[in-house]
Nanobody
Framework: QVQLVESGGGLVQPGGSLRLSCVASATIFRGNVMGWYRQAPGKQRELVAH???????NYVDAVKGRFTIVRDNAKNTVYLQMDSLKPEDTGVYYC????????WGRGTQVTVSS
């Protein structure tokens, strides 16, 4: 079954941290670049971080230095460690395969608010 399951979101105060997890089916995960996307309220979904099969990473400027993407190839899982969170990080976070999008999962809601 081809699927993506995100988890780990929640409500956090500014400056706090969260760790998101995405378990992907092997068909999606193996041999592919994986990424985390964010859809803020009223905005389009955007790719904020991605990781290659070899572990090389790339981030949009807005999250650089605060977010870390890591993949565990043995578990078909990709993580997003989010530190120093800001209110503008609020949104629904999704994972997917950037170079050939799969069916989207439900995502996980992240709310940064005091």
């Amino acid at each position: 079954q081809v699927q993506l399951v995100e988890s780990g979101g929640g409500l956090v105060q500014p400056g706090g941290s969260l760790r998101l997890s995405c378990v992907a089916s092997a068909t999606i995960f193996r041999g592919n670049v994986m990424g985390w996307y964010r859809q803020a309220p009223g905005k389009q979904r955007e790719l904020v971080a991605h990781v290659t099969t070899g572990g090389n990473t790339n981030y949009v400027d807005a999250v650089k230095g605060r977010f870390t993407i890591v993949r565990d190839n043995a578990k078909n899982t990709v993580y997003l460690q989010m530190d120093s969170l800001k209110p503008e990080d609020t949104g629904v976070y999704y994972c997917n395969r950037p170079l050939r999008l799969a069916i989207w999962g439900r995502g996980t809601q992240v709310t940064v608010s005091s």
